[in-house]
C-alpha cells in the first residue's frame, strides 16, 4: 500500500509550506520585525555567536562584508538598522556571497533587506555582502538571530556599529540580555491519574470510553476539575512526543484556545497556544499556568496544570462557557511538534468544564466520514459484489419473468446496482460538504474516487440504452459493459483501501487491512468456484449428449443439481458478506 510513503511526502509538504512551524527553509519574513522565531520559547542569553566587518566606516554606496561565525548552527536572519533605533526598519540591503547557504528576504517591503538561511543544514560561518544606501546619514548596527536548534537560539544578537565616514564613531554594549518570562516551578507527579472523581468533581474525556489513565497504555485522557476560581487539568495518553487538547467554538481547527504537552528527551514542556486557521500552533509562554507538573512512566506521558477561569487582558478563552473540545497526539522532536498522527478526537456537543462534572467520550472520526465510509462499504462490499454474481450466474436460477416482464436475476441485479450506484453518489458528496472544498491531505483516495463515481453513473448510462438481445450491436454492449463494471469493481476496492488508512475514519491497525483482504479473498473464492462449477456443469452435460441416454432427463437433472448448488453458495455468500459488512460497519461505529 502506497499510503505511509504518501503520508510522509505529506508531511515534507507541509514542512515546506509552513514557515511559523519550523522555519527549516528560512522563510521568515513573519518574524522581520521583532527577529523572534515563533518557536514558543524564551530566546537565550549570552550570545556565543559574533557579527564582525570589514570595516568600521561607510560612504553612500559602498560594499560592505558582514561575516556571522560561531559554533555550530542551523537557522539565521541578518538585518542592518539605525544605530539608534533597533526597533525600526532595516537599512539597506543585501547582496549574497554563497546562494546554497543564504538567501534574501522581503522584510517591511523592502527587497533584499535581509538575508537567512536556506536549510536547516549545520554551519559555522556566513559571509554576505551589504550594500549601504546613497540617503543614510546616521550609524547602522547589524543585528543577528541565531538558532541552534528548535529551542535553542539567541535573538538580536548585536553587531559592530558601522558609522558614515563623515560622523563621530557610535559606541554600545557588544551584547543584550533577554529576560525570561517568570512562571510557576514545574515538578514531578508522583503517580497516576485517578479516574474516580470522573462524573462527580472532574469533568473527563476519555477514548477509549471508560479507559483508565493508569493501567491502560492507549488511553487518552484529560479531566477538568474546578477549585473556586480556577481549574486544575490533567492530560495523559501514549509517550510518542505531545499530547494537546483546545478549546474551539465550533468542531473544525482554527481560532482555538489549545495547552501542549511537550516530550523533549525526558523532560516535559507545559505551553499554552493560539492556533490560528488550520496552521502549526503558536506557542505562549507559560505565565497563564500555574501548579505545572508532569510524569514520564511506562510508555505514557501525564502532565498537569492549574489555569484561571478567567484571563483579563488575555485571547485565552474563559472556562465558564461553553466549548467543543479537542484532544490530539503527535510526534516531537527537541521540542518541534509536528502534524498530529490520528485525527483528533472531537466532542460531540459544546461543553461548560466548569458547570456539571461529566465523564464523557468523543469521537476522532466525523460524522460525514464515517457516513461516507459507511455508504462505500455498503455499496462495493453489499449491494455491488451481489449485483454481479446475481447477473454473472444466476440466470439459470430465476429466469422467470417479474415486473414489467423482465426476469427475476434482471430485476435484481438493476435494483442492486442502482443503488450502488446511489450510495457512490451520496457517499462521494459527504467529504466535500466535510471539507468544504478538496481535500489533499486524501491524495489518490480522491481521485480515484472520482473515477469510481464516474464509472458508476457510465454504467447505468449504458444500462439505460442496453441495445435488444438480438441486436448486432448486443455483444459490443456485453463487453463494454462487462469491462467498465470490472474496471470499477477494481478501482472501488483500491480507493477502499486507501481510504481505510485516512485519518478520517481512524479504524484500527492493522485488522482493517487484513479484514479487507479477507473480504476481497472471500468475493474472488466464491467467483472462481462458481466459474468451476458451471465449467464442470457444461462438461457433464456435453458428455450426457454423446452417450445419448436420456438426454433431456438428464440434462434437466443436471440443471436442477446446479441450481441448488448455486443458491447454496449464493447463502452463504450472502452471509459472509453480510459479516464482513458488520465487521466494517462495527469499528466505524466505535470510533
Not at 559592530?160 to 507527579?189: E, G, M, R
Not at 485522557?221 to 494537546?244: A, C, H, Q
Not at 525526558?266 to 497556544?273: A, F, G, K, R, Y
Not at 434437466?556 to 443458491?567: D, H, L, N, V
Request: net charge neutral; aromatic share 12%; glycine share 8%.
Amino acid at each position: 500500500m502506497m499510503v505511509p510513503e504518501f503520508t510522509l511526502g505529506i508531511w515534507l509538504l507541509l514542512q515546506l509550506i509552513s514557515p511559523v512551524a519550523n522555519y527549516a527553509n528560512g522563510k521568515v519574513t513573519e518574524a522581520c520585525h521583532t527577529m523572534i522565531p515563533l518557536h514558543g520559547y524564551t530566546p537565550q542569553s549570552d550570545p556565543i555567536h559574533k557579527i564582525t566587518l570589514n570595516q568600521t566606516t561607510f560612504l553612500p554606496g559602498d560594499t560592505i562584508t558582514v561575516t556571522l561565525s560561531g559554533p555550530q548552527f542551523k537557522g539565521f536572519l541578518i538585518e542592518a538598522r539605525n544605530a539608534n533605533d533597533l526597533d525600526s526598519s532595516p537599512v539597506g540591503s543585501f547582496t549574497l556571497i554563497d546562494r546554497e547557504v543564504s538567501q534574501l528576504l522581503t522584510c517591511e517591503d523592502k527587497e533584499g533587506s535581509a538575508v537567512s538561511h536556506t536549510s536547516p543544514a549545520k554551519k559555522t560561518k556566513i559571509q554576505v555582502h551589504w550594500n549601504a544606501p546613497s540617503t543614510v546619514n546616521y550609524s547602522v548596527q547589524f543585528l543577528a538571530t541565531v538558532v541552534e536548534k528548535y529551542k535553542i537560539y539567541w535573538a538580536k544578537i548585536r553587531g559592530p556599529i558601522l558609522s558614515p565616514s563623515n560622523a563621530h564613531p557610535f559606541t554600545v554594549s557588544q551584547t543584550t540580555t533577554v529576560s525570561s518570562p517568570t512562571s510557576s516551578p514545574i515538578t514531578n507527579l508522583k503517580k497516576s491519574f485517578s479516574t474516580l472523581n470522573c462524573g462527580r468533581t472532574k469533568f473527563c474525556i476519555r477514548n477509549p470510553v471508560n479507559c483508565d489513565p493508569g493501567n491502560e497504555y492507549h488511553c487518552f485522557f484529560l479531566s477538568f476539575e474546578r477549585e473556586n476560581n480556577s481549574v486544575l487539568i490533567e492530560m495523559s495518553g501514549p509517550n510518542e512526543g505531545y499530547l494537546s487538547f483546545a478549546l474551539s467554538h465550533d468542531q473544525w481547527m482554527g481560532d482555538d484556545d489549545g495547552y501542549l504537552c511537550i516530550r523533549e528527551d525526558e523532560t516535559v514542556h507545559i505551553h499554552p497556544s493560539y492556533v490560528i486557521g488550520r496552521s502549526h500552533p503558536v506557542l505562549d509562554s507559560s505565565t497563564a499556568l500555574e501548579a505545572m507538573a508532569w510524569r514520564l512512566a511506562d510508555g505514557v506521558v501525564q502532565c498537569s496544570f492549574r489555569r484561571n477561569i478567567s484571563l483579563p487582558g488575555s485571547k485565552r478563552f474563559d472556562l465558564d462557557q461553553k466549548y467543543y473540545i479537542f484532544l490530539a497526539n503527535g510526534a516531537a522532536n527537541d521540542g518541534q511538534i509536528f502534524k498530529h498522527s490520528q485525527q483528533p478526537l472531537i466532542t460531540s456537543e459544546k461543553h461548560d468544564v466548569t458547570d456539571h462534572p461529566k465523564n464523557i467520550g468523543g469521537s476522532r472520526s466525523p460524522f460525514l466520514l464515517k457516513v461516507h465510509g459507511a455508504f462505500m462499504f455498503v455499496a462495493w462490499m453489499t449491494t455491488g459484489s451481489i449485483g454481479v454474481l446475481v447477473a454473472r450466474f444466476f440466470k439459470p436460477v430465476w429466469p422467470k419473468a417479474f415486473l414489467f416482464g423482465e426476469a427475476v436475476w434482471f430485476q435484481v441485479h438493476r435494483i442492486l446496482m442502482l443503488c450502488t450506484s446511489g450510495l457512490t453518489t451520496v457517499g462521494f458528496v459527504l467529504p466535500f460538504i466535510y471539507r468544504k472544498g478538496w481535500s489533499q491531505e486524501a491524495g489518490y483516495h480522491s481521485y480515484l474516487g472520482c473515477v469510481v463515481l464516474t464509472l458508476a453513473v457510465l454504467q447505468l448510462l449504458l444500462a439505460v440504452f442496453r441495445p435488444p438481445s438480438h441486436d448486432p450491436r448486443r455483444q459490443i454492449f456485453n463487453w463494454t459493459h462487462w469491462g467498465t463494471g470490472t474496471a470499477v469493481r477494481i478501482l472501488a476496492v483500491t480507493a477502499i483501501f486507501l481510504g481505510m488508512d485516512l485519518p478520517g475514519l481512524n479504524l484500527p491497525t492493522p485488522g482493517k487491512t487484513y479484514a479487507m483482504i479477507g473480504f476481497v479473498g472471500w468475493h474472488v473464492g466464491t467467483e472462481i468456484l462458481l466459474e468451476i462449477h458451471a465449467y464442470r456443469l457444461t462438461r457433464k452435460v456435453e458428455i450426457l449428449e454423446d452417450d445419448r441416454i436420456q438426454i433431456l432427463q438428464s440434462f434437466t437433472t443436471a440443471e436442477a443439481e446446479g441450481q441448488a448448488f448455486k443458491k447454496l453458495v449464493f447463502v452463504v455468500y450472502l452471509c459472509g458478506n453480510v459479516a464482513f459488512l458488520f465487521i466494517f460497519l462495527y469499528a466505524i461505529g466505535q470510533q
